[in-house]
């Protein structure tokens, strides 16, 4: 897998809780076009898992379902290597972004 500042972000994010797409583009600042293939990169790597929220939480609240990721023990390996190699990738993250509730 190829380690980009990009995916060392979205890593960082995953790692410090946030689990949705939408919440990964606003803790990143990164536009939508690299996270959705990062992350689907990171899960065929096995650095990240996904699951959909059950249909019937979506539809209570008036929308489509969410897609969930988090970070396996193989992603956490991963981030190590890529903070090592993007130092400053935790400065370019918001600080703190909280993640959203489910």
């Known amino acids: 897998m190829r380690l980009t500042r990009p995916t ?3 890593l960082l994010a995953l790692s410090r809780g946030i689990r949705h797409g ?3 583009l606003d803790a990143t600042g990164l536009p939508s076009g690299p ?3 990062i992350l689907r ?3 065929d790597a096995g650095a990240v898992r996904s699951s959909w929220e059950p249909v ?3 539809r ?3 929308r489509p379902p969410r897609r969930y990721y988090e970070l396996t023990g193989t992603g956490a390996g991963t981030l190590r290597l890529a903070l090592a ?3 400053d ?9 909280p993640p959203r509730p489910a």
């Not at 990738?89 to 972004?97: F, L, V």
């Open 56 to 58: 019937e939480l979506a």
């Open 8 to 10: 060392a972000l979205v």
């Open 22 to 24: 939408f919440d990964v």
């Open 35 to 37: 996270v959705y293939p």
């Open 89 to 97: 990738a935790a400065a370019a993250m918001t600080p703190d972004a």
């Open 85 to 87: 190699r993007f130092p």
């Open 41 to 43: 990169r990171l899960e």
């Open 60 to 62: 209570a609240a008036a």
